[in-house]
């Protein structure tokens, strides 16, 4: 799922706010897909070790790996230019990083937990009223489908990543309207005179 969904904004983004086709994204996922897995395996093992010494290192390790994947797809970053530019992008912002990363986990969290209301009602009529045969069914249905809307609200986390990303970037190298909004009404500052479309 990362992989599509962060081939999709860096898709959307290249072709100049244009919704790419599912063949795009598609040619994008084959491209990425055995990076991002072998990328994901090492960042998942390496994260583990952090973890399981004293937490601490897991902790500063968490907001890196946030940004790892979507430098690897906005940049088509190798495996160490994503794991060093994570950390360059971090530099004087790893604290707002890790709590935007907390508040967001703590909202798809509950959005899940929300999701799977429906299961646990029909659970809970199923222990207390003993009908095991039609109740299995309908428990069935119903725990599938709050998986799988379970499963499509882990676009969140992953879209605020990219958004982090951008965000950071923008901030680090001023290459965009934080750079025009700084440098308006400075002695020799020439306004764009191509007409720029604004971007919300």
């Known amino acids: 799922m990362y992989t599509t969904v962060l081939s999709y904004i860096s898709l959307y983004i290249r072709k100049g ?3 790419p086709t599912v063949a795009e994204v598609w040619s994008y996922y084959k491209y990425y897909f055995l990076r991002m897995a072998g990328s994901g395996f090492l960042m998942t093992l390496l994260l583990s070790v952090g973890f399981i010494f004293c ?3 897991g902790v500063y390790l968490m907001p890196a790996f946030t940004l790892f994947f979507p430098i690897m797809i906005m ?8 794991f060093s530019r994570s950390f360059k992008i971090l530099k004087d912002n790893w604290w707002i990083t890790l709590a935007t990363i907390i508040v967001v986990m703590i909202i798809t969290m509950c959005a899940t937990m929300i ?3 429906p ?3 029909v659970l809970m009529i199923s222990a207390f009223t003993h009908l095991e045969q039609p109740i299995t069914k309908s428990y069935a249905i119903i725990v599938s489908l709050s998986q799988y809307l379970a499963m499509l609200l882990m676009i969140i986390p992953i879209t605020s ?3 982090i990303y951008y965000n950071l970037v923008e901030r680090l190298e001023n290459g965009g309207l934080l750079n025009r909004i700084n440098n308006l ?4 500052y020439q306004a764009p ?4 479309p604004e971007e919300y």
Not at 75 to 82: K, P, R, T
Not at 185 to 188: L, R, S
Request: glycine share 12%; charged share 5%; net charge negative.
């Open 161 to 163: 990543g990219a958004l």
């Open 185 to 188: 009404g400075q002695q020799g």
């Open 17 to 19: 706010n244009i919704a």
């Open 119 to 121: 299961s646990y009602v």
């Open 115 to 117: 999701v799977q209301i």
């Open 75 to 82: 940049e088509n970053g190798s495996f160490s230019y994503s």
């Open 55 to 57: 937490l601490i290192p």
């Open 193 to 196: 005179t191509e007409n720029i």
